[in-house]
């Protein structure tokens, strides 16, 4: 799954770098994290519980900073395994000054394999746009507290199209083999996902 956007701050470029880049900071952006230790300023390591129904997944993801030009872009990997799925992202941004701040494009390459990826894309990407959009909310109060509480205002600049088609009662062709349901998982879950009409293109070429 691929998804992208842009978000704008009423913030220096320098402050939102500052946040992107601090570990300590990026553990705060990430919901349901349970532990966080970094192993130095291009390695951290994270246990998060992702919120996939009734007692979510937990996964143990390791992250590394895989190229950076300060203040404008930075490219990141991350690595996750849990009880029924393994995770490989990598994700970039890329920031520019604006009149009223900073502009921020990013990007996400998403890749979820093991019973829980063979829940289907149909499933999974509403579930990862929404996660992706709660870790842009958390950002935009950690730009805010950085730059001094002035209120950074955030608009979405550019929308691909609508957001991806959930499907609370997918069929049972497109979880066959998954064992989502004996490790507490339902793609049905009231709790699974929150569809945002405002949230993150995205792109389902993968």
């Known amino acids: 799954m691929r998804l992208d956007g842009m978000r704008s701050f009423a913030a220096p470029r320098e402050t939102v770098w500052e946040v992107l880049n601090s570990p300590d900071r990026m553990a705060e952006l990430m919901p349901g994290v349970e532990g966080f230790e970094v192993q130095d300023d291009r390695n951290w390591k994270a246990n998060v519980k992702i919120p996939l129904g009734l007692g979510g997944l937990r996964m143990a993801i390791n992250f590394e900073k895989l190229e950076e030009r300060r203040p404008e872009f930075a490219r990141l990997s991350a690595k996750g395994t849990g009880v029924g799925a393994l995770m490989n992202m990598e994700t970039s941004f890329a920031l520019s000054e604006e009149a009223e701040g900073t502009a921020m494009r990013w990007e996400a390459d998403v890749k979820i394999a093991g019973p829980v990826g063979s829940m289907g894309q149909r499933v999974l990407q509403p579930i990862v746009t929404q996660q992706v959009q709660n870790v842009l909310d958390a950002l935009d109060r950690q730009v805010m507290e950085a730059s001094g509480g002035g209120g950074a205002q955030v608009t979405e600049a550019e929308d691909a199209g609508p957001p991806a088609e959930s499907t ?39």
């Open 168 to 206: 609370p009662d997918a069929s049972a062709d497109e979880v066959e083999g998954s064992s989502g349901g004996e490790e507490g998982i339902h793609e049905a879950s009231p709790q699974a996902y929150s569809p945002d009409p405002e949230g993150p293109t995205h792109n389902t070429q993968d």
